[in-house]
């Protein structure tokens, strides 16, 4: 399984950047998928998910401290998820991962211990 992440890199404040995640080694449609991202030192934070479904019936879900600026997508046959990050804060500097998980999960988002499988991450600098 790879989950590899692009699209990082210094922006200044009220910014964009456009992350992408590219996955092999598992059916990409039968996995919600979500951003997680991590400042050293502390917690990991989850920051958006979006369910596996044909886009019809797919739903997206956002932490707080990015709705209304981050918008999750993913593309299932090209296998790639997407986070296009707007009106960037210093806050938002983070190491940001894309993460799997079975579909259907009924477990809240935010359980990042029942993510099967992380990328290596892509650094996002705001300043």
């Known amino acids: 399984v790879q989950l590899v992440e692009s699209g990082g890199g210094l922006v200044q404040p009220g910014g964009s950047l456009r992350l992408s995640c590219t996955v092999s080694?598992?059916?990409?449609?039968?996995?919600?998928m979500s951003w997680i991202r991590q400042v050293p030192g502390k917690e990991v934070e989850w920051v958006a998910g979006?369910?596996?479904?044909?886009?019809?019936?797919?739903?997206?879900s956002y932490a707080e401290s990015v709705k209304g600026r981050f918008t999750i997508s993913r593309d299932n046959a090209k296998e790639t998820l997407y986070l296009q990050m707007n009106s960037l804060k210093p806050e938002d500097t983070a190491m940001y991962y894309c993460?799997?998980?079975?579909?259907?999960?009924?477990?809240?988002?935010?359980?990042?211990?029942?993510?099967?499988?992380w990328g290596q991450g892509t650094q996002v600098t705001v300043s």
């Open positions: 993460a799997s998980r079975p579909n259907y999960c009924p477990l809240p988002w935010g359980l990042t211990r029942e993510y099967n499988d």
């Open positions: 080694g598992i059916t990409f449609s039968n996995h919600d």
């Open positions: 979006i369910t596996s479904p044909p886009s019809l019936f797919r739903t997206t």
